[in-house]
Structures are given as C-alpha cells and as structure tokens.
C-alpha cells in the first residue's frame, strides 16, 4: 500500500566526531559493548596510515585484534573474507576506512550477527552512518544491513586524505537535492509514502554546501562529516536510502555496470545530480557553482567517462530500480535526448 510508512531502523548509539582522537579508539569501543575480539577490515592505503595507532590503543584496553583487506563489495569477496572474520571469534566488526571497507565490514556484521562499528577515514560517502550496503551487479539496490553501534571520526585524519575523496562526498551531498526531489515526485505521482522529517535532514545536509558557496567559503571538513553523517541517519529513519539516493544515484549505478571503475561515487553522483537538477527543472547551475567550489568534477571529461557510456547509463538509469519513482520515469529517455542534456548542462 503506496501510504505505508517505512520502518525506521535503529540508529547509532554513539557518535564521536574528534581531532587526533584516534588513540582513544580503544576506549570507544569498550565504551559501547566492552569487546574483547575486534575483527577490522581495512584496505592496504589505509592501514598504512593508522594501523599502528590503532592496534596500540586496542591492546591498552585489552581487545584482541584481527586485520582483513576487502578486495571488493562483490557478494563473492564478501563471503571469502566473512569466513576468516568468522574463524576470528570476535564479538565486534569495525570497518575502517572509505566505503568499501566500511560496507564490506556492516555487512559481515550483519551476516554474523555481531555489532559493527564504522570508522571513516575519508569523507566520500554518506554510508557512514546508514543501516545500508550498496551492492553492485545486474539490479544494483541496498541491502538492509545494520546501522552501526558506533561512529568514531578522527578530523585530522580526514582532512589528511585525499582531497579527491573529501570532493567525492560533496558529490554525495549534493545528490540529496535531486534525490528529495524524485521522493517529492513519488509522493505527488503514485501517493509514495513520504517521510518529511528525513527528507528534510538529507535536504539539510545538502545544504550546507550550497550555503558555502553563497558565502564565498569552502565548506569546513567537520561539517562535511557531520552533514555526510546526518543523511545515513536521515536513511536510518526513513528506513531505506530513499532521502539519498534519486536518479543521480540511478545514473551511477548505471555506470558501475556500463564503466566500472570510472569515476568514485560521489563524483558520479554529483554529475548525475547536475543532469537529474536540469530534467527535474531545478537550479541545476547552483549545484554546478556548488560542485566547483570544492574541486569536484561537473563534467564526464574530468572522471575520465566516455560520453557514449553516460549516454547509455541515462538511457538504462531507471530500469535498474523500477519500483523507485524518479524524474527518469517522466521523460523518454534516449541517446541522443541524453547527449542533448549533458550538453546544455557543460557535463560535455
Ligand atoms: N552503504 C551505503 O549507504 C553507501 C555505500 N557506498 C559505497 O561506498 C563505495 C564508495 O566509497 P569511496 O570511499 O568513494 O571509495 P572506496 O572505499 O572504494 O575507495 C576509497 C579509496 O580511498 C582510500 N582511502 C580512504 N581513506 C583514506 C585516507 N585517509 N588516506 C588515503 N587513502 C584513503 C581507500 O584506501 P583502502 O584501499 O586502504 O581502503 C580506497 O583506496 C562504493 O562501493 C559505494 O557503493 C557509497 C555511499 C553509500
Ligand atoms: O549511495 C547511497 C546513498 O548516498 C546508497 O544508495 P543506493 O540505495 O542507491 O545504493
Ligand atoms: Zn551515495
């Protein structure tokens, strides 16, 4: 019945944003469910940076630990690296890391039916804090996973990463003013269950971005984390990613089949949010200042995309998630009407 609402998932039960924290991990996670085993996925870059921090402060508060690198978020790497998690016999899942490594570890949590505790290293995706995992293949689509018991957030390390990746997330961010909008559209059209209160947290955490650049600033790093933070929980209560993910995220996932590995998600989702912003006959020229003022790319040239490929991804966007109304579903979408956008919109 299109008027049931979602369920609202549990949400985290604590958050702690800090700098030059990452020391106090160890405490952390005693503080939520005194844990004596930690099984830790993280990828090889990243455990460079803060292994050593991290294994130090786990052995002063006495918690066993065992170190896993995700090869992808496929269904086949989860299950093999899910095995050696299991042989750990620990009683907590920490993912650490951008969002791979943090899917990959609230997934085996999930599947193991242990708490999971999510340790961004870089502010790239909004799956921080969502009960989420995106996974990829035929019909991309969230999983229904865990929302974590914990989020634990070390600025400094953030702001040390990449800036590339902290861009990435601002397209994430953006991608909530198009996604509202889809669920808007939903609502109106087909009588969607529409959760105002989460709606308007996404829409929120998007909006300190395009404040910014009203100000002339570059959104403060903190923020960024905070807001990205803000739309897990807002999916947390709308009990699906909903509130953040539309026809941009559509758009990418497309590419994910059509181009893998072109392009990080947010990149993806921000361009896709600047084309989604034009069809929906929204402020698509805002969302391009917005973009640009953090160095996050608006045009398929600058995340290496063939335009062909973006052309076929408009074209099978919506047919990867029928059941969620979008703007894709109000336009015919073919090659050439895909070109004609992308040109009007400078994305080529
Ligand atoms: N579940 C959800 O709700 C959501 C899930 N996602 C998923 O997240 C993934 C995208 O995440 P994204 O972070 O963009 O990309 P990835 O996690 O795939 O890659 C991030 C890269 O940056 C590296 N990295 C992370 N932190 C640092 C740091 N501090 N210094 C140096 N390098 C660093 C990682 O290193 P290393 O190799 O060591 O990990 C990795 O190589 C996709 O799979 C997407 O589906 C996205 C949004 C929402
Ligand atoms: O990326 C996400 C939200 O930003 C998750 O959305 P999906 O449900 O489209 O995977
Ligand atoms: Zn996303």
Not at 103 to 109: E, F, L, Y
Request: net charge positive; hydrophobic share 40%; charged share 25%.
């Amino acid at each position: 019945m299109p008027n049931t609402p979602s369920h609202t998932m549990e949400l985290p039960r604590l958050i702690v944003v800090g700098e030059k924290n990452i020391i106090q991990i160890g405490k952390f996670l005693k503080s939520l469910d005194s844990p004596s085993r930690a099984s830790i996925i993280a990828g090889k870059h990243v455990q460079k940076i803060i292994q050593k921090k991290i294994k130090k402060s786990l052995a002063n508060s006495k918690i066993h630990n065992f170190w896993h690198v995700p090869e992808g978020n496929d269904e086949k790497s989860i299950i093999t690296i899910q095995k050696k998690v299991r042989s750990d016999r620990s009683d907590i899942i920490v993912g650490v890391g951008g969002g791979r490594s943090v899917d990959v570890a609230k997934m085996i949590a999930f599947s193991l039916h242990k708490p999971f505790v999510s340790v961004p290293t870089a502010a790239s995706h909004d799956g921080i804090a969502s009960p989420f995992v995106s996974v990829r293949g035929e019909k991309p689509h969230s999983i229904v996973a865990t929302a974590p018991l914990g989020v634990f957030v070390d600025i400094d390390i953030i702001k040390k990463a990449p800036r590339r990746l902290f861009a990435s997330g601002c397209g994430d961010l953006v991608a909530k003013i198009t996604a509202v909008r889809d669920w808007e559209l939903g609502r109106d059209r087909t009588g969607e269950y529409y959760g105002r209160y989460s709606a308007n947290l996404a829409s929120m955490s998007a909006k300190i971005l395009v404040e910014a650049v009203e100000k002339h600033k570059v959104p403060d790093t903190r923020d960024v984390v905070e807001a990205l933070i803000s739309a897990g929980v807002a999916s947390c209560i709308a009990g699906s990613s909903r509130p953040c993910s539309g026809s941009e995220h559509l758009f990418s996932h497309a590419l994910d089949k059509i181009a893998p590995n072109v392009g990080l998600h947010g990149e993806k989702c921000g361009i896709g949010a600047i084309l989604m912003a034009k069809l929906q006959g929204q402020d698509w020229k805002k969302i391009v200042a917005t973009l640009k003022n953090v160095n996050a790319p608006t045009t398929a040239k600058q995340i290496g995309l063939k335009k062909e490929h973006l052309a076929q991804a408009l074209v099978i966007a919506q047919s990867l998630r029928p059941q969620r109304y979008t703007i894709l579903k109000e336009v015919v979408m073919t090659e050439k009407k895909a070109l004609d956008l992308a040109r009007v919109t400078g994305v080529i």
